[in-house]
């Protein structure tokens, strides 16, 4: 018996162990959403929050953790769940409905066969990704008028906004990103991205930890080359070889200097005129050394180091 104890001990420490760190990457996940909630001011009292579940890790996270900030907020908000079958060949149309009855979320499944046209569109081999995004955001918008929501929830994360602002710098040629929060395209809408300071990693863990049934995409999941995949690996690789410098671009989307830039339609470069007054925007810029470290004035956010 004694020897079944000792023999045991060990595994019941490690779970422990797992439970403790389960348990601070909630808690971390909750504190990030909320900050970002709360500096974008994502959500109000007596909103009616759509949150769009593809079935993927991101949105079953986003989902989670709006739950449980649902239960500690000062302000009411309700919370209904839309799913867009796009009728994707062998996809499991009974996985998200049994899951979102078992933890009791109101839920509109809503059927339109957007994989045909996709399909049929665009040639095989080509990206499908932006005529998907079309489709999607165009029937989402109208689901949202019919259900009466409010905000427009969706899944990106913090990767995701990199990678899109590199993917318009590089193949664009836009200073441009994807915003936390903005007016959808119709103009009747607010679109919202809780999950805006949330690393990527940590939202694969979390899928881990919670067990989400993920149901695979297979239009753009199944494609490798996508340009979003290079960059993906480019930032990838950037973090292992130079731990703090995604952290560092990431925090300049929110430092922008536009009198430092060359866009006219942002800052009155034609009609700017010595004024005889020393100005912080002048060219005391180039007193910093651009390559220095970092300085303790750089933006970080809490909780993204944990």
């Not at 389960?22 to 909103?47: P, S």
């Not at 990838?236 to 070889?241: A, D, I, T, Y």
């Not at 130079?242 to 009609?271: Q, Y």
Request: hydrophobic fraction near 40%.
């Amino acid at each position: 018996m004694e020897q079944a104890i000792r023999q045991d001990a060990p595994g019941a420490k490690q779970a422990e162990k797992i439970a403790y760190e389960n348990n601070k990457l909630h808690k971390r996940l909750c504190r990030l959403v909320g900050q970002a909630i709360g500096d974008f001011n994502m959500i109000e009292d007596g909103d009616r929050v759509m949150v769009c579940l593809s079935g993927g890790k991101d949105s079953y996270g986003l989902l989670d953790i709006l739950l449980t900030l649902r239960e500690r907020a000062p302000i009411h908000f309700d919370i209904v769940a839309v799913n867009l079958d796009q009728k994707q060949p062998g996809f499991p149309a009974d996985v998200l409905p049994d899951y979102l009855t078992k933890i009791g979320v109101p839920f509109h499944i809503e059927n339109q066969d957007t994989y045909s046209i996709v399909k049929r569109v665009i040639p095989e081999g080509k990206t499908t990704c932006s005529l998907c995004s079309r489709l999607r955001r165009g029937i989402l918008y109208r689901v949202a008028d019919e259900l009466g929501a409010t905000k427009i929830a969706l899944g990106h994360h913090r990767d995701d906004i990199m990678e899109t602002f590199f993917l318009n710098m590089f193949f664009g040629a836009k200073l441009k990103g994807m915003p936390p929060k903005l007016q959808s395209d119709d103009g009747k809408h607010i679109v919202i991205r809780p999950l805006a300071y949330v690393k990527e990693a940590d939202m694969e863990r979390f899928a881990q930890v919670r067990q989400f049934p993920i149901i695979p995409c297979n239009l753009c999941g199944s494609q490798e080359n996508l340009q979003r995949k290079q960059i993906k690996a480019m930032l990838r690789e950037w973090e292992k070889k130079h731990p703090g410098r995604v952290e560092n671009i990431f925090a300049s989307l929110s430092t922008v200097a536009p009198s430092h830039l060359m866009d006219a339609k942002l800052f009155d470069f034609a009609g700017l005129k010595a004024t005889g007054v020393a100005s912080p925007e002048g060219d005391i810029a180039f007193d910093e050394e651009p390559c220095a470290p970092p300085s303790a004035g750089v933006i970080r956010f809490a909780g993204l180091d944990d």
